[in-house]
């Protein structure tokens, strides 16, 4: 099989280099944190001392960063002049637009094909392998990620040009997000008006105001499928991830000139989460605050 260097070993990234080990890709890893480098080897990838040794006669790129500038760094000062030229670049951090084309137009301009392909699906569909891609790039470069992409993913979907990717993932959380907070206001209001949440559940779910927020995702304990509610908000998706997505959309939304009200108005809402304390908690436990049940964490004394 192909070797494979693997370079953000995550929360994401870990899992995601797993199923490429299990799948019997040779995946050569690396991250400037040595527990996720260990747990890597652990779970079936070989070590590398540094990106570069990672890159070495790779036939393919992976990269799995926290933000824009960590990518370009990479790429610019080690990726595209490590790597052969031979190899496919594979970008699945999620980053803006500008940033995702600059550094595949680099990267074309080096010789390599490339395309950036941000995930959905957070750390379970990670570690489970049934993430969905959202990939941008030419056609050629689709072709030659996609068997590499469906070996850690349940959809592989082709979004269009360079940057295109990145721009379908800030869209589709920018509505993630914005269903998510009506969803909690919709039943905080709900039991205010004493409503039960689980015979409003069963009406909503199955009736206009249905949404992935609401049946797959309900942010209320003990109310349709397991989801972080029940373990008291803890793992899925970070508020902070939450954020960080919907400032990167309205950042995209400024510079393309689109009016976004209500994705404006859930980052403003998410902002407010994450600095009262909620940014590690899962996304769907802005219904705490939206409640008013949410509290900053209480100051320590030395």
Known sequence: MAKIAFIGLGNMGGGMAANLAKA???????????????????????????????????????????????????????????????????????????????????AQAAGFTMVDAPVSGGIAAAEGGTLTFMVGGSDEGFARARPIL???????????????????????NMLLGATMAATCETFVLAQKLGLDPQ???????????????????????GVGPDTPADRGYEGGFAAALMLKDLQLAMAAAQEAGAYTPMGGEAEE??????????????????????????????????
């Not at 036939?59 to 496919?88: C, D, F, N, Q, W």
């Not at 070996?151 to 379908?168: D, E, L, T, Y």
């Not at 940014?279 to 900053?296: C, E, L, Q, V």
């Open 24 to 106: 019997g890709y040779q995946v050569r890893a690396f991250d400037l944190s040595q527990p996720a480098l260990d747990r890597a080897v652990e779970r079936g990838a070989a070590a590398a001392k540094s990106a570069a040794a990672a890159c070495k006669d790779a036939e393919a790129v992976v990269t799995m960063l926290p933000a824009g500038k960590h990518v370009a760094e990479v790429y610019r000062s080690t990726v595209l002049s490590a790597a052969p030229k031979t190899a496919i670049l594979l970008d699945c951090s999620t980053i803006d637009v500008a940033t995702a084309k600059a550094v595949e137009t680099d």
């Open 150 to 172: 469906e070996n850690m993913g349940k959809a592989v979907i082709h979004a269009g040009g360079p940057g295109s990717g990145q721009a379908a993932k800030i869209c589709n």
């Open 199 to 221: 015979v409003f559940f069963d009406i909503a779910s199955k009736a206009s105001g249905q949404s992935w927020s609401m049946t797959s995702y309900c942010p209320v304990p």
């Open 269 to 302: 809402l998410y902002r407010r989460f994450v600095d009262l304390g909620g940014g590690t908690k899962d996304f769907s436990g802005i219904i705490k605050m939206i409640d008013d049940s949410w509290a900053p964490p209480a100051e320590t004394k030395e």
